[in-house]
């Protein structure tokens, strides 16, 4: 799987999505905002079970909307966003499936592991 740590606000796209080369993260951004996407059973859980309670899915909106992507799956149309959850004192990372452009799908959520990441944005080799 490629990984690429990205050093702006974009993201590359398959020719298969259309005739974009490039996409806006703000795009995404704009389905969350309007309430266009989905949210895993699996994101929603892992998120509880790290401590992001009460209104789960309130925060996870949150974090993809004001987020940081920090990196991106090319092969796999997926972006890792942190985020840190200011009332809860928790930084969270979100995977953002956009293999459907028009309702991205938040996969997963945990709470990063410091033993793995530099500040929680940069991953340890």
């Known amino acids: 799987m490629e990984i690429r740590k990205l050093t702006n606000e974009r993201i590359h796209e398959s020719p298969n999505v259309g005739d974009r080369d490039l996409v806006d993260i703000e795009y995404l951004r704009k389905r969350f ?9 699996h994101a929603i859980i892992e998120a509880r079970k790290d401590g992001i309670v009460p209104r789960t899915v309130e925060k996870l909106e949150w974090a993809a909307i004001n987020g940081k992507v920090i990196e991106e799956y090319i092969d796999r149309k997926r972006v890792l966003i942190y985020a840190e959850l200011k009332e809860d004192k928790l930084p969270v990372h979100i995977v953002v499936d956009y293999s459907f452009w028009e309702e991205p799908v938040i996969v ?18």
């Open 33 to 41: 905002i309007d309430g266009e996407y989905a949210i895993s059973d």
């Open 108 to 125: 997963t959520s945990y709470v990063p592991d410091s033993r793995y990441w530099i500040k929680y944005k940069i991953r340890k080799k």
